[in-house]
């Protein structure tokens, strides 16, 4: 029955990958673009912080499901914080059998449009990084409290934190490089 409930959840993971459409992307260059217009870089609703809150006793994973909800309600900011703190709760968790294996491909299938929306605007991916790390920092993670590996808990965030520092220190690097990414995705969506 576990085998069964894995193959269906990673079934339905390529399905949510395959949803994923051209327009979807549009959008989120479009919202990507009025970051610095409307002054939205690193703004997070406060219902996505309760809903970080609600998702301290659930798997890791369960964060990416809620960042996938997100992102088809083109809450983008919001998708990607949600999926910050999810892989800090993975990278610090890291108590995964090889069942837990297979939901690597749910991860992966969300993570990609999320990379893609915060690579578009170097200043957004930072802040939501930061913000990200001191959430993990200040709320302790029930499913696998700080006191079982202190040090572990507070390397998770401070990996997120160093990230963030690196897109701010090479941030005309980061930008010129991801704008010609995002060309080629535009260039490659036209030929469709």
């Known amino acids: 029955m576990k085998v069964l409930k894995i193959f269906l959840f990673v079934f339905f993971s390529f399905a949510l990958q395959a949803q994923v459409s051209d327009a979807v992307y549009e959008k989120m260059y479009v919202y990507s673009d ?55 709760r993975e990278t610090y968790y890291g108590n995964f059998t090889k069942y837990d294996r297979a939901f690597y491909d749910y991860r992966d299938a969300v993570s990609d449009p999320v990379w893609m929306f915060l690579r578009s605007n170097v200043d957004n991916v930072v ?14 993670y029930r499913l696998s409290p700080r006191d079982a590996k202190p040090d572990h808990y507070d390397e998770a965030a401070h990996l997120y934190e160093r990230m963030a520092e690196q897109f701010s220190i090479h941030e005309s690097y980061f930008e010129n490089m991801w704008l010609r990414e995002r060309k080629e995705q535009e260039a490659y969506n036209q030929q469709k």
């Open 127 to 140: 802040a939501i990084l930061k913000i990200a790390a001191t959430y993990h920092l200040k709320h302790d």
């Open 34 to 88: 009025s970051i610095r217009k409307n002054d939205l870089t690193g703004k997070i609703d406060p219902q996505t912080v309760k809903m970080a809150d609600s998702l301290t006793n659930a798997h890791p994973l369960a964060y990416f499901a809620a960042a996938a909800k997100l992102l088809e309600a083109f809450k983008y900011n919001d998708a990607a914080y949600i999926w910050a703190v999810g892989k800090m």
